[in-house]
């Protein structure tokens, strides 16, 4: 199948999946597709924002006009003048994206980034990074007097762009408004990513980083785990690795990077040969300009090519450091194992001794931190271990009594109670329904949409990569506000919106359940997790677990993970609050949930009234 009737063949998924007709939208596709003569000539595109909102802007234009027929007939689009012009400007608008993030990226990897100089010695000019330029200008131009003086008042050591340990930093969110007192740190944070301050201990992880230590992030989903390594990659000298489980996950990072001027990028099997190539061609340079290389596990673990020009830099002294993200994925304890992570530490202590690490996740227990560690040859001399509370103050945390019985129209309850729930609470607001099979997703998903009349597709692993980006494009633009979905939505998943997540039926595991229902509620307004349960869900999980591939003993671990969030869900009467945390290791006192749980809620309203 050539290109283009791929494209045909995605878009018409999405746009079935919104309520279009498909024999009618099928036409006004390929003439979407003759206008955007750049995916026409491409053999690979990149489907983004832009496109999926140009293309689904064109549909409602499409749809408001009475006879699409004449568009057919017609060698162009017949349409209202005003109409016309708006689409040539989404057009125009989506093009001019598009081009801009590929020449970016293309002039970092192949060195032509204008004004661009050597950013990797210690004695060199200042930053290369645009928006750090300012950055170096101000350390450089810092007045001899106001410089940070020892004890006996001498002049303190000129600073440099890894002085780090500037006493006057006024630390997390208030800057003041005096420049001078402000570190590399704080100042890469405001130029290069936009931030007024540090949340949690990303100041800390940052100089801790820089001072090439181990490090080792736990931080609950939307905490701000990316700034812990993008910072100090981006001041200290040489290259970082990331590696990082997902292609979609990978993509994204580098996009927002490349957005702000940094010089970031990835290889991925995704990439034509003459990316790969450029990518390639940079690395093999004695001081490669690329300051963040995204990698899957896959590419770190079996690329012997690769390996090489990496060690060759190792021992060159021009590797910064190796990020490990979403480090659970390491442990088999973790829910999501995959075995190329196991191997990350074979290859680093093999080919990169002594380069520092630093391993970040949103789940991990003890039992997984420490696997993680050991795995990756993180002593407990060497490494410093951050924790943030997993505490999500701002969601609201259910476990409700699933009914399976249908009502007199046939259709279960339990998604006549969904539908309700969001079409009362939620009307219109993202929101995302976990189910636990491909076609309880599609089911789902057709009684919510036909019968409910809430706007919503579906999204699951027997789907191609091409119709899930589609879909995961026009949820997060806000086009398709639910997603009734498989795990498969898991991670890369990053919706700030997300006011609801509903569990249809028992998840995995604890962590799991953490994990998705912790994508509601990111932007820190009040938000809902509800689980449906029911005791015959737990039979089904156990037998996914073990009709799965895999080993015994993987097959086993997660049986008992299962069995926990079994407890869980039986507990009528704990704070869950109380029990996720605990879960996590981590203490919580019941009364501070402040009934934003069921059980607290529920003991609230029992107790009399004083
Ligand atoms: N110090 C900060 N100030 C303002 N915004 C921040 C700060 N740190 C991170 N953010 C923003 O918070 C959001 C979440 O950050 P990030 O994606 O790094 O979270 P994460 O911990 O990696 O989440 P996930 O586990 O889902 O990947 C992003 O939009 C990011 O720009």
């Not at 749809?63 to 027929?69: C, D, T, V």
């Not at 006549?416 to 009362?424: D, F, L, S, V």
Request: charged fraction near 25%; proline fraction near 5%; glycine fraction near 6%.
């Amino acid at each position: 199948m050539n290109a283009p009737q791929q494209h045909v063949r995605d878009l018409t998924a999405l746009a079935s999946q919104l309520g279009f007709e498909k024999q009618a939208t099928r036409t006004a596709i390929e003439k979407f597709l003759w206008w955007r003569k750049d995916l026409r000539d491409q053999a690979k595109i990149v489907v983004d924002d832009a496109l999926v909102n140009a293309f689904l802007d064109f549909l409602q234009q499409q749809k408001q006009r009475p006879a699409l027929s004449q568009i057919q007939a017609a060698p162009r689009p017949v349409a209202p003048k005003r109409a016309a012009t708006e689409f040539e400007a989404y057009k125009a608008d989506a093009a001019a994206t598009f081009n801009a993030r590929r020449q970016k990226l293309a002039s970092y990897v192949e060195g032509k980034s204008a004004g661009r100089q050597d950013i990797t010695s210690r004695n060199a000019a200042p930053l290369t990074i645009p928006g750090l330029f300012g950055v170096e200008r101000h350390v450089a131009q810092r007045p001899a007097e106001r410089r940070p003086r020892g004890a006996a008042g001498e002049a303190g050591p000129a600073p440099s762009r890894f002085d780090v340990t500037d006493p006057t930093v006024v630390a997390d969110g208030s800057y003041g408004s005096d420049w001078e007192r402000l570190d590399t740190v704080d100042l890469a944070n405001l130029k290069v990513f936009g931030n007024k301050g540090f949340r949690h201990s990303q100041k800390r992880i940052c100089e801790l980083a820089l001072a090439k230590r181990d490090v080792f992030v736990l931080m609950p989903t939307g905490g701000g785990k990316s700034l812990c390594y993008q910072l100090p990659a981006a001041v200290a000298p040489g290259l970082s690795i990331v590696i990082s489980p997902l292609l979609s996950l990978i993509n994204d990072q580098v996009k927002a990077l490349v957005d702000k001027d940094y010089p970031a990028t990835y290889l991925s099997s995704s990439q034509t040969e003459r990316e790969r190539k450029a990518v390639y061609r940079e690395l093999a340079k004695t001081r490669p300009t690329i300051k963040l290389l995204y990698l899957t596990p896959e590419q770190f673990v079996k690329s012997g090519a690769l390996q090489d020009i990496l060690g060759r830099l190792h021992r060159a002294g021009f590797l910064s450091r190796l990020v490990v993200d979403e480090a659970h994925c390491i442990s088999q304890w973790g829910h999501d194992f995959r075995v190329d992570y196991k191997n990350i530490g074979k290859v680093k202590q093999t080919l990169f001794p002594g380069l520092p690490s630093m391993a970040l996740t949103a789940t991990a227990t003890e039992a997984v931190r420490t696997d993680v560690m050991k795995t990756l040859h993180m002593t407990k001399k060497s490494t410093d271990v951050f924790r943030v509370s997993f505490n999500r103050p701002n969601i609201r945390w259910q476990v409700l009594p699933k009914n399976y019985e249908n009502d007199k129209d046939g259709i279960p309850q339990y998604v006549a109670y969904i539908a309700e729930y969001i079409n009362t609470k939620w009307p219109g607001e993202s929101g995302i329904v976990y189910c636990m099979t491909r076609d309880e997703c599609e089911e789902t998903c057709a009684y919510l949409r036909d019968e409910f009349g809430v706007r919503c597709g579906f999204y699951h692993a027997g789907m191609t990569p091409k119709q899930r980006n589609l879909v995961q494009l026009a949820w997060k633009a806000g086009r398709l506000p639910v997603i009734c979905a498989t795990v498969a939505f898991g991670m890369g998943v990053d919706n700030a919106h997300v006011r609801f997540v509903v569990h249809q039926s028992m998840p995995q595991s604890m962590e799991g359940y953490y994990q998705e229902s912790g994508r509601a509620g990111r932007d820190g307004q009040p938000a809902e997790a509800v689980l449906l349960f029911h005791q015959r869900d737990v039979g089904r999980v156990k037998r996914l677990i073990y009709m799965a591939k895999g080993k015994k003993k993987s097959k086993e671990i997660k049986a008992k993970l299962m069995e926990q969030m079994q407890e869980y869900c039986v507990d009528a009467r704990e704070c869950r609050r109380k029990l996720i945390l605990a879960y996590f290791g981590e203490t919580f006192c019941a009364e501070r949930c402040a009934g934003t749980c069921d059980n607290c809620a529920a003991r609230n309203k029992r107790r009399p009234r004083k």
